[in-house]
């Protein structure tokens, strides 16, 4: 046994210590490395629920797997159930009234479910009588209607045509009975009171048809 | 010139517009109308000033069983009546959602002081199908909210 004077102890510990520092950076690269593919395949994952393209063969896969899992009862995250909603409703045009108002519905109108609104007021039935004033009638493609039974008021708009040749979809407007300022003057398809010229004061008709209700 | 001032106007969605106030000036022969614009991706209102300027015409005119309470602006739309003279109309809607009450004005030149941002403005125009096809837009815009 070769006995090692301090100075060769205390080569020997530097060269120790270089060689593990080495270890720990090879260590250190290595872990990026990992975690940067770690991350970017997170990213793959989170864009294929944020950006999927609803018509491909794939989506059509991944909403029959969804569809499964939610009907078997299985815990959607947020995330999968928002893709499931939105691709019910852009592959199979269906409308499941869970994927809305996650707060829950107020100020309901019996007979109507604003969140899958009638496609035509036709289908309205004979408690709507058309209120609309000969004016309206004349300068505008809204009819209003008031229900005989509860005194509510609502308004079907035919979209119109824009300058550009597009044409506004067709909407129902809800007014809010209760309203006392702009702040609350329409409800949305929630029942929720919306202020003047916001989006979700037009319910939008989605023209989908009813889901697993 | 005649056609910036025009095209400033048509670019504008009048439809379900809240109004909050009109101002004549009768010496200047010129009116202020200030709406006011929602912008989905901030989630704030833009107020939206329009001065008519060479005022020559102005009726405003409702079915007297109505209340003047204004709702919010249903439509607009305006016609060359001879060389710079135009005539417009607004329509608005009273109480009940319905579009009786119309402004008639005849005027020579405006301005549009319009306050929503150009992302606002192209989510305006995009024309979504669905609330779905709103937010994956505003995703795919690092708009999220």
């Known amino acids: 046994m070769i006995g090692l004077s301090p100075q060769e102890t205390k080569e020997e510990q530097g060269t120790a210590a270089r060689s593990e520092s080495t270890t720990l950076s090879k260590k250190n690269f290595a872990s990026i490395i990992v975690v940067s593919f770690l991350l970017i395949g997170i990213s793959a994952v989170i864009s294929q629920f944020v950006f999927y393209d609803s018509n491909s063969e794939e989506a059509e896969k991944v909403l029959q797997k969804l569809d499964n899992d939610y009907k078997i009862g299985k815990t959607l995250t947020n995330k999968e159930f928002d893709l499931y909603c939105q691709l019910l409703e852009k592959i199979w045009k269906k409308h499941l009234k869970a994927c809305y108002c996650k707060d829950g519905i107020k100020n309901p109108t019996p007979g109507i479910d604003w969140t899958n609104p009638p496609s035509s007021p036709e289908i309205l039935g004979t408690d709507w009588v058309d209120v609309t004033h000969s004016i309206a009638k004349e300068k505008s493609n809204r009819i209003i209607f008031r229900n005989r039974n509860t005194g509510e008021e609502i308004a079907f708009e035919i979209g119109r045509i824009k300058k550009d ?42 023209g989908l048809t009813p889901y697993g209700e | ?30 009116c202020k109308f200030m709406f006011e614009e929602y912008d989905s991706v901030k989630q704030i209102y833009c107020p939206l000033e329009i001065n008519f300027y060479g005022l020559s015409k102005f009726i405003s005119k ?49 301005t549009v002081k319009r306050t929503l941002s150009d992302k606002a403005i192209e989510f ?11 937010r994956l837009w505003l995703e795919k815009n690092s708009l999220a909210v």
């Open chain 2, 62 to 110: 409702y079915p007297s069983e109505f209340d003047f309470k204004v709702g919010t602006c249903y439509s607009m739309k305006y016609e060359k009546q001879k060389d710079s003279l135009y005539e417009l109309e607004f329509l608005f809607e009273l109480t009940s959602l319905q579009p009786v009450y119309s402004l008639t004005i005849c005027f020579t030149s405006l």
């Open chain 1, 165 to 206: 040749g597009s044409r506004l979809p067709n909407h129902w407007h809800r007014p809010n009975p209760e309203s006392a300022d702009d702040s609350d003057y329409y409800l949305d398809e929630c029942g929720k009171p919306v202020r003047k010229s916001h989006d979700d004061s037009h319910i939008w008709i989605k």
């Open chain 2, 1 to 30: 010139m005649e056609n910036n001032f025009l095209q400033s106007l048509d670019e504008i969605e009048f439809h379900d517009l809240a109004i909050k106030s009109l101002t004549l000036d009768f010496e200047s022969k010129s």
């Open chain 2, 124 to 134: 305006k125009n995009t024309g979504f199908d669905s609330k779905i096809d709103e």
